[in-house]
């Protein structure tokens, strides 16, 4: 019969009872669509009236007497499917029309997406459908799709499937029920389509924005959540959170020296580290660059969670122990740790992630290669810190520098031969503050190029008028940092001060230590060489601390050592001193400088 809906119900009726069996019909439009129920008890004029479906019948009873398949076609499954549009009738009709099994039309979707290539799992029912879900829960969704079906007549969403091979995949799925003229259900339309790719794409952008592209590590972000909701959860159970903050010491010269790929290597050998030093359930995290961040989970008592924490940092300081292999060489790094604990030391996130910086800030003072716990004395330090570098930014500006200058004798005391200028900082607050606490400030900061180059000036800018005032001071001899030596245009402001101010430039003298000429001796010997063709005298400042190389040494256009006070505080009774001080001015009386030495330095 045409599936029509006035001959449903006639269909159904002279059926009922009877023992049918499946037929699939191929190349029909859709009006001319017709299921054949075959039976061989059933006399072809009642089942058949129609001129269509008894040509089907006629060629199908030919096909079974020959032992031939039953479904009006003689190629393969796997050729029948490629035509990608078949009907599919369900069970045997029931008495009643609510009996009757729908039919469900597959499109060419289904066949490439569920496998289904044996002819056996080509007609399916619902309860089919079940077996390919993965699980009870999917089978427990299907069940509240059909009751939304029910109620609304239609349903659309998500749904893990299995395919015939037992892969998992998720498809977006439509359903919608189709009514007849009566307003009674004749069919389902549904349509899915097989979302893997967009699933893929999907966790690959939560990969991008939640995760560290060079470790796979949690990034900030992700580290941040997990940290909220851990001190959530402790604030509710009573327990105790562990955060430690890591970075690693002397990374920058190996990652400058090498380049990046070997760095990022480094990096990526030191996530496994970590995460060999910590339980599957805590988190370790990249922050950026060389900086690294661990959430133990929460500890019932604080002795645990603190017995915990040291166990973990000195896990990770002793991995270090173990060099990392670059380019075929070894290098060894150290870590600088801080550990903060929640609640005791914030139960804020920010709070909590400041305290831990903060920590770790006070391990790298500490001598680096250790771990900190957090105390409250230390934000006073920091934030003391945070205080000197913003007024040494406005120092210079605001005109607090100002240079004292110390007198330089000759051997027996009685003869002047210049003056050194040492930098000091007058402070509107603090009064005069001591260089060592802003002089390495203003190296990292960067500014010491800038107030080195204010020195140079305002030293020869003195000394100019000491001349003119008839004072007699042969020289006038300043210091220079590693950074202003090797930034290639020393040579170039120095000219231009003693041209501004007018001074020779044999009264201008220049100090450098062992460590600047050594660190670059090429580099070091054309700078030399071009800040004597102006005319300037060389001073090696701290001599006998280093590590320099004699033969390098007489290389040097130097015209002045200065001995360490460390070789001279026992001069004269000192007779172990005595012979390096010897030993030193004879070396520099063969050569062409001179040794004064720094006892009265530092008095």
């Known amino acids: 019969y045409e599936m029509v809906a006035g001959h449903r119900r006639k269909f159904a009726s002279e059926l009922a009872g009877k023992t049918v069996m499946p037929c699939i019909v191929r190349n029909l439009t859709d009006d001319e669509a017709t299921i054949i129920m075959v039976d061989s008890n059933l006399q072809r004029e009642k089942v058949l009236p129609s001129e269509k479906a008894f040509a089907y019948k006629m060629k199908l009873d030919a096909m079974k007497r020959q032992g031939q398949r039953t479904d009006l076609t003689s190629t393969p499954v796997e050729q029948k499917l490629s035509k990608y549009s078949v009907e599919i009738l369900g069970e045997a009709v029931g008495e009643s029309r609510s009996q009757i099994q729908r039919y469900i039309r597959l499109t060419e979707l289904i066949t490439p997406i569920l496998d289904m290539v044996d002819e056996g799992k080509i007609a399916m029912r619902p309860a089919v459908v079940l077996s390919y879900l993965p699980n009870e829960q999917q089978q427990a969704h299907l069940h509240?799709?059909?009751?939304?079906?029910h109620q609304h007549n239609t349903w659309e969403g998500e749904i893990w499937l299995k395919r015939l091979n037992g892969e998992h995949y998720p498809a977006w799925v439509g359903i919608t029920a189709?009514?007849?003229?009566?307003?009674d259900l004749a069919s389902y339309v549904c349509f899915f389509s097989d979302i893997s790719e967009r699933k893929?794409?999907?966790?690959?952008?939560?990969?991008?924005?939640?995760?560290?592209?060079?470790?796979h590590l949690p990034n900030?972000?992700?580290?941040?959540?997990?940290?909220?909701?851990?001190?959530?959860?402790?604030?509710?159970?009573?327990?105790?959170?562990?955060?430690?903050?890591?970075?690693?010491?002397?990374?920058?010269?190996?990652?400058?020296?090498?380049?990046?790929a070997a760095g990022d290597r480094m990096l990526k050998d030191m996530a496994i580290r970590l995460l060999a030093c910590v339980d599957n359930d805590d988190t370790v995290a990249r922050m950026g660059g060389d900086e690294f961040t661990l959430l133990l989970q929460p500890r019932a008592t604080r002795e645990i969670a603190l017995n915990r924490a040291i166990s973990v940092a000195e896990q990770i300081l002793a991995s270090l122990v173990k060099p990392f292999v670059l380019e075929s060489r070894e290098f060894f790094v150290t870590a600088s740790i801080g550990i903060a604990l929640s609640p005791q030391d914030g139960n804020e996130l920010s709070q909590l992630m400041k305290n831990a910086d903060t920590a770790m800030y006070h391990a790298k003072e500490r001598g680096k290669n250790n771990?900190?716990?957090?105390?409250?004395?230390?934000n006073a330090s920091a934030l003391e810190r945070l205080e000197l570098e913003s007024d040494l930014r406005h120092a210079l500006e605001q005109q607090e520098f100002i240079l004292y200058y110390q007198p330089q004798f000759s051997g027996d005391g009685k003869r002047l031969t210049g003056v050194e200028a040492l930098l000091r900082w007058n402070h509107p607050r603090r009064g005069l503050v001591p260089p060592g606490d802003f002089i390495p400030v203003l190296e990292e900061l960067g500014l010491v190029v800038d107030v080195g180059d204010w020195v140079l000036a305002e030293s020869c800018r003195q000394l100019k008028q000491w001349h003119q005032a008839k004072v007699r001071v042969p020289k006038v001899s300043v210091n220079i940092s590693a950074r202003q030596f090797s930034d290639g245009q020393l040579g170039t402001r120095?000219?231009?001060?003693?041209?501004?101010?007018?001074?020779p430039p044999a009264c201008l003298e220049l100090e450098l230590t062992e460590s600047i000429l050594m660190r670059e001796v090429s580099e070091a010997l054309q700078i030399l060489a071009s800040l004597k063709n102006l005319g300037l005298s060389i001073a090696v400042d701290d001599f006998g601390t280093g590590y320099s190389s004699l033969n390098y040494l007489k290389q040097f256009p130097i015209d002045v050592l200065k001995?360490?006070?460390?070789?001279?505080?026992?001069?004269p009774s000192g007779e172990q001193d005595a012979q390096i001080a010897r030993a030193i001015i004879a070396m520099n009386s063969s050569g062409a400088g001179n040794s004064p030495t720094e006892a009265g330095r530092y008095s």
Not at 237 to 249: E, G, P, Q, T, Y
């Open 144 to 149: 509240y799709v059909l009751k939304q079906l």
């Open 494 to 503: 120095i000219a231009t001060i003693l041209k501004d101010t007018g001074l």
């Open 371 to 378: 771990f900190q716990f957090y105390q409250a004395d230390m």
């Open 563 to 571: 001995i360490d006070r460390t070789f001279v505080d026992g001069l």
């Open 178 to 183: 189709v009514l007849d003229d009566e307003g």
């Open 200 to 215: 893929a794409s999907e966790q690959r952008i939560h990969r991008l924005a939640y995760y560290d592209a060079l470790t």
């Open 220 to 260: 900030r972000t992700l580290f941040q959540d997990r940290l909220h909701t851990a001190l959530q959860q402790a604030e509710r159970n009573k327990s105790w959170v562990v955060l430690m903050f890591l970075d690693l010491d002397r990374f920058k010269p190996i990652n400058d020296s090498l380049g990046h």
